[in-house]
T-cell receptor
Framework: DQQVKQNSPSLSVQEGRISILNCDYT??????FLWYKKYPAEGPTFLIS?????DKNEDGRFTVFLNKSAKHLSLHIVPSQPGDSAVYFC???????????FGQGTRLTINP | AAGVIQSPRHLIKEKRETATLKCYPI?????VYWYQQGPGQDPQFLIS???????DKGSIPDRFSAQQFSDYHSELNMSSLELGDSALYFC???????????????FGPGTRLTVL
């Protein structure tokens, strides 16, 4: 039972445009959400997180939006850069201290 | 900044052999998590430790055991290896930074285990 779902296996975006990665979850107990970026042969790198008490968190080019009623979150990258090409994982946990449940990942490709 | 260190980075074993994976957390991090990522799959939680005590357990086979030592490093011991154990094994750590308790899990580069 996939509790965190990233329904788009891949996404291709032109350099300079906005990249939007989506994530849905089914467990209403999740209250902490994170996005990680992963290059081949490396571990996931933390990008940004959001607590369920917020609906938006911004850090530089990265913004995460949380819609609790829809059990949906998205990551916006503006403007997209070639170095953003990687696999992006959405992750969730029941309280901040608990194990992470990951989505399947979305491979983002930024085209020059 | 110091990151999570995992060793070895690559490991090749035969079926029924044993393997030990090591994880050295970021300094002043007292919590360690182990995850397994099979080919084409998302990372799955195995087990975690806080202050040298097991804090949570996920889908970890009985053939696997783990512990956290007094210096906070952790080892994942895997026995009677099976072909299906071939995967990337990630360790993540969490703790205190700048005097403040952090909740973000920071991942190491992983150990790629291949069972032949």
């Amino acid at each position: 039972d996939q509790q965190v779902k990233q329904n788009s296996p891949s996404l291709s975006v032109q350099e300079g445009r906005i990249s939007i990665l989506n994530c849905d979850y089914t467990n209403s107990m999740f209250d902490y959400f994170l996005w990680y970026k992963k290059y081949p042969a490396e571990g996931p790198t933390f990008l940004i997180s959001i607590s369920s008490i917020k609906d938006k968190n911004e850090d530089g080019r990265f913004t995460v939006f949380l819609n609790k009623s829809a059990k949906h979150l998205s990551l916006h990258i503006v403007p997209s850069q070639p170095g953003d090409s990687a696999v992006y994982f959405c992750a969730a946990s029941v309280s901040k201290a608990q194990k992470l449940v990951f989505g399947q990942g979305t491979r983002l490709t930024i085209n020059p | 900044a110091a990151g999570v260190i995992q060793s070895p980075r690559h490991l090749i074993k035969e079926k029924r052999e044993t393997a030990t994976l090591k994880c050295y957390p970021i300094p002043r991090h007292d919590t360690v998590y182990w995850y397994q990522q099979g080919p084409g799959q998302d990372p799955q939680f195995l087990i975690s430790f806080y202050e040298k005590m097991q804090s949570d357990k996920g889908s970890i086979p009985d053939r696997f055991s783990a512990q956290q030592f007094s210096d906070y490093h952790s080892e994942l011991n895997m026995s009677s290896l099976e072909l299906g154990d071939s995967a990337l094994y990630f360790c993540a750590s969490r703790g205190t930074s700048g005097g403040r308790r952090e909740y973000t899990q920071y991942f190491g580069p992983g150990t790629r285990l291949t069972v032949l």
